[in-house]
């Protein structure tokens, strides 16, 4: 059991990995070896003391040097979940790894797409987030396939080798996945609809000729970069979106921290570093 799990690898993720190190914590950091592609796209930063007009990829290069200079890893794994236990953290992630923590620091981002009607209403109930975790749930099936990100394709073929039909909507150009039992839709739908568990995709009016009004589904896999903070940690006090916090960065959950866009505006780099570092702080004081 380490003493930190920090999910997301973006400017405030790294610096509270950078605190802890130097506060001597054990802790793992979850995200990806780009670290982040909203910092990665950025054609120019302004704002952040000390690196006057940097591109996004420079300062990704710098980030990056930094980190390995500390001798800091990044756990390339996607976090599917966080769960509060009485004296500890258990984290599962999609490649179905467990992990333990005394402690939690979430700076996983905030959503760049918005919730579809009915998401989170039929969370559990036929909408799900972990195409490892909840694929087999739907072996000979039909399910429907929301992708923001062509990085997550894989897991796309992975739920087509388990269900009969999947339905693909994607959210980016270029698709490469090609399978008998997949079929892409470029339209949006209206809304996730059922009774007690998912039933159908509601689009709106009015339907094509290849798209209907309705198309019944057994299931839909939300795929995206960012998952909502209240859907990864059950319990967890959110508002308008944001993770709810005090000036020490902490959340209604003992031993939870958040830190960076999930906590609200601004969303801006020299905010997510010094709050990923008071949350850090904090976390050594807990364990104190």
């Known amino acids: 059991m380490v003493d930190c799990i920090i999910v997301g690898s973006g400017l405030a993720g790294?610096?509270?990995?950078?605190?802890?190190?130097?506060?001597?914590?054990?802790?793992?950091?979850f995200g990806s070896p780009n670290l982040s592609e909203?910092?990665?796209?950025?054609?120019?930063i302004r704002n952040y003391p000390g690196l006057a007009d940097v591109s996004g990829k420079d300062f990704v290069k710098a980030l990056q040097a930094q980190l390995t200079a500390a001798e800091i890893g990044?756990?390339?794994?996607?976090?599917?979940?966080?769960?509060?236990?009485?004296?500890?953290?258990?984290?599962?992630?999609?490649?179905?790894?467990?992990?333990?923590?005394?402690?939690?620091?979430?700076?996983?981002?905030?959503?760049?797409?918005?919730?579809?009607?009915?998401?989170?209403?039929?969370?559990?109930?036929?909408?799900?987030?972990?195409?490892?975790?909840?694929?087999?749930?739907?072996?000979?099936?039909?399910?429907?396939v929301f992708c923001t990100s062509k990085r997550l394709e894989h897991e796309i073929g992975y739920l087509a080798d388990i269900a009969a039909k999947v339905y693909l909507i994607p959210m980016y150009k270029d698709v490469e996945i090609?399978?008998?039992?997949?079929?892409?839709?470029?339209?949006?739908?209206?809304?996730?609809?059922?009774?007690?568990?998912?039933?159908?995709?509601?689009?709106a009016a009015p339907p094509t000729e290849n798209i209907p009004a309705e198309l019944p589904i057994d299931g839909i896999f939300m795929l995206r970069e960012c998952v909502s903070p209240a859907i990864l940690v059950g319990g967890l006090q959110t508002e308008n979106g944001h993770v709810v916090v005090d000036r020490n960065m902490s959340t209604n959950l003992k031993g939870c921290y958040a830190a960076g866009?999930?906590?609200?505006?601004?969303?801006?780099?020299?905010?997510?570093?010094?709050e990923g570092n008071i949350a850090a702080h904090a976390v050594s004081e807990f364990l104190k």
């Open 14 to 29: 790294i610096s509270a990995a950078l605190t802890l190190k130097a506060n001597g914590k054990s802790f793992l950091l």
């Open 38 to 44: 909203k910092i990665e796209k950025a054609e120019l």
């Open 74 to 144: 990044i756990k390339n794994e996607k976090v599917a979940g966080v769960y509060a236990m009485k004296e500890k953290f258990t984290v599962m992630t999609q490649e179905q790894n467990v992990y333990e923590s005394k402690t939690v620091i979430l700076a996983c981002g905030v959503e760049s797409v918005k919730q579809l009607d009915g998401e989170e209403a039929f969370l559990g109930r036929g909408v799900s987030y972990c195409a490892t975790c909840d694929g087999f749930l739907y072996k000979g099936k039909t399910i429907a």
């Open 178 to 203: 090609s399978r008998e039992n997949v079929e892409i839709i470029r339209k949006m739908p209206k809304k996730i609809d059922g009774v007690k568990r998912v039933e159908r995709l509601v689009f």
């Open 261 to 274: 866009d999930c906590t609200g505006r601004p969303y801006q780099y020299t905010k997510a570093a010094g």
